[in-house]
């Protein structure tokens, strides 16, 4: 595995300005790439320049939308490592997707051993500003050439990394969620339990409502019902109520978070207990109604921790935790950022540091 | 609109035999492009040589499926002319799909005149024989490159042209079908109104498994209850039971499908209703049971009428009309590729010649 082809870049990109940095506008020199065919299996794994794809226009992903792709990032550490946050279950993750879709899986080992080396390489555009970091995007897609609606016979998988500025340039603040209850983004039996595109393609129409109104994100609710909590924008989320915190359970249409696992663990390393069930949207608004809703908060690789200050649900608005942060919140945020930073014990063994 | 920027191929392709074309498989010398960007909407029409595209790595399209297609043909016709078959319904639901997926809307008249000058330059490339067509491809995808879940702020439209054979090279004959109550296309609220790459990405699982099992086709029941039928693969279906002709309503998770129309309005124009209504698999089954099942079959662009011989739901099979083509799917496929190729009167308009 030490032998992963590597084509250098001839001339190497000037690096953007450390704050002006976005989400995923930027990205590095290099790229991981990896061809599958029905023969090759996946076959000649390599770095090589970043630069465009070239695809005939009957490739598959162009129409019937065989493609997975995985969210994950690279931290400089306090003592100058850098480190991978969980990669497994990414790439566990990913399988899953593929599965779902249909796409051949893949040998975690081989691509995290060229994930590994591509950050290497990349190590410079790691940005070291507090909570920056060089967020990684594996993604796979149907390339063959065909109009027929099954599964392909070739697949491209690539990663792409790009440097990412603060979630929370002015620190972490809640943001407000407008329930949605005519579109629906996933549904038991769909693929919602998938990292696949259409899963988001579905969704931005919401989002975009929401948006135009004022909202930062939808929260959306099941398919079937339209009653119970599923997932806000692209984040599992929790509640505490009563002084039990709470998160949907994972029903078939909920992306299984890393961060949502690793809030969990956390929660219970601590001894404080995390119950995974249905929530209606309506027992949550009857809590906030009796004052018991104490926090809430969505949780993703993007944001780490997101609170909730504000939640809209047809006519009625709540305010929680009085719009602020709450402190299971903060606490979550500041554990796992230190976590991923260095600055804290791995009591979990999260870090999968690149020496 | 007469000024299409036209850039030739330098040297043409050979054609493919006519006897071996399948679906999809071949591309013609041309393909049809138009471009969007926020400042300059859709704009720079153009017919070019078919080849590849070239994307940025994180091209939205790659990531969050904002896609949508649409799917129709360019026919002989008997009197040596060559006509689209209600090419003005395509354009309308592309239009629909796009609203759905938040894609900026494309001029329905500038567009099909493209598409008449591209089948125009390519027809030479419209097959023959019998019941064969040259299948027309329009397609738009997120072109702007950046990782962010929102509508794009660029996109690309293209029109790939394939010359198709006949669906039933031995003459038309039933398929069978395999109800699936695991897997789900489509929801209400969902995208399944709307031709998006997602919505088949989601269906080939089940269709890999039935095929598997030796059924050709997976019939999909609704979302929320798996109870209700939609769909036929990707066509729209229709049953006959006790003299009636049945198909499912429009709800919003069923694609309204252009050879559903066009059955509708000509058993109407021949003075035979149709009702559109829900239809429980248990009602298919029962009437099957009963002996009252007279009739199935599937609608869609690709093979215009599908018989469906035999079907297979939980541990029950049921055979349909003997697992003979049925009186009236002989009659609606006889009608309507007769008015495809010009050798039936075209009393209700729906042929666009192009001269
Ligand atoms: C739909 C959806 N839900 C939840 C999450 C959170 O998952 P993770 O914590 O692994 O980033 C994501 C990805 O970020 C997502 O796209
Ligand atoms: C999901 C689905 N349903 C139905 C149809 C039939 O539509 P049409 O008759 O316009 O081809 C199609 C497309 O062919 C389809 O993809």
Same mark, same amino acid.
């Given at each position: ?175 407000? %969620?407008? #329930? +949605?209850?005519?579109?629906?983004? &996933?549904?038991? $039996?769909?693929?919602?339990? *998938?990292?696949?595109? @259409? ?79 249905? %929530?209606? #949207? +309506?027992?949550?608004?009857?809590? &906030?109604?009796? $004052?018991?809703?104490?926090? *809430?908060?969505?949780? @993703? ?55």
């Amino acid at each position: 595995m030490n032998n992963i082809k590597v084509v250098k870049a001839e001339q190497l990109k000037s690096k953007p300005d450390a704050n002006s940095l976005g989400f995923g506008k930027y990205f590095t020199d290099h790229m991981l790439v990896m061809d599958y065919s029905a023969d090759q299996q996946w076959h000649d794994l390599r770095i090589v320049p970043y630069g465009p794809i070239s695809l005939d226009p009957s490739a598959m992903v162009f129409h019937y939308g065989q493609e997975v792709f995985e969210g994950m990032k690279a931290y400089k550490t306090a003592d100058g490592n850098i480190s991978l946050f969980r990669p497994d279950m990414n790439l566990k993750r990913l399988n899953a997707s593929c599965e779902r879709i249909s796409i051949p899986q893949v040998d975690p080992e081989v691509l995290l051993e060229g994930i590994v080396q591509l950050v290497n390489l990349e190590r410079e555009w790691i940005p070291e500003g507090e909570e920056s970091s060089l967020y990684i995007r594996p993604f796979i897609i149907a390339t063959e050439a065909c109009l027929g609606v099954r599964a392909a016979k070739e697949y491209k998988l690539l990663v792409i990394l790009s440097p990412v500025g603060s979630y929370y340039p002015e620190g972490i603040h809640p943001v407000s %969620i407008y #329930v +949605e209850d005519q579109y629906v983004r &996933a549904v038991r $039996g769909g693929t919602g339990m *998938a990292k696949t595109s @259409g899963n988001y393609a579905s969704g931005i129409k919401a989002q975009e409502a929401a948006k135009q109104d004022g909202y930062s994100q939808v929260l959306w609710l099941d398919g079937v019902e339209k009653k119970y909590i599923e997932e806000v924008g692209s984040m599992n989320v929790f509640f505490k109520i009563g002084g039990e915190i709470i998160t949907p359970a994972l029903t078939g249409s909920i992306l299984a978070g890393i961060t949502r696992d690793s809030v969990i663990a956390l929660l219970a390393s601590w001894g404080i207990p995390v119950v995974e069930r249905q %929530i209606s #949207v +309506e027992e949550l608004f009857e809590a &906030a109604r009796q $004052g018991v809703l104490e926090e *809430a908060f969505g949780t @993703g690789t993007a944001a780490v921790i997101s609170p909730i200050g504000t939640m809209k649900w047809e006519n009625e608005q709540i305010s929680i935790a009085g719009g602020q942060t709450g402190e299971w919140s903060k606490k979550l945020y500041d554990s796992i950022t230190g976590i991923q930073k260095g600055e804290r014990d791995d009591h979990l063994g999260w870090r999968h540091t690149i020496s």
